[in-house]
């Protein structure tokens, strides 16, 4: 899966990254709940200046979509006897 950051400065002018952002195809079905969660995240991120600069998006997004969407949206193949 191809992953994107983003770089911006929240409301005191502190430099923020956002990184772990996935990247859908137009005809993916999560795209949408993707795009909606990804600026929900960013407004929440913007209006409350932290001492935290980096943020995973990936880690927010474990926490708030259920389980089984979120490993198919990442599609979490772990290999088996580390092979």
């Not at 502190?14 to 990184?19: E, I, W």
């Not at 998006?57 to 198919?72: G, H, S």
């Amino acid at each position: 899966m191809l992953l994107k950051s983003l770089e911006f400065k929240n409301v005191v002018g502190q430099k923020v990254k956002v990184m772990d952002i996935p990247v859908l195809e137009e005809e993916n079905t999560y795209k949408f709940m993707i795009q909606i969660r990804l600026q929900t995240f960013i407004t929440s991120v913007y209006k409350k200046p932290s001492t935290k600069t980096c943020y995973s998006f990936r880690d927010y997004l474990k926490k708030v979509m259920k389980w089984r969407d979120y490993e198919q949206l990442f599609l979490l193949d772990e290999l088996k006897n580390n092979a």
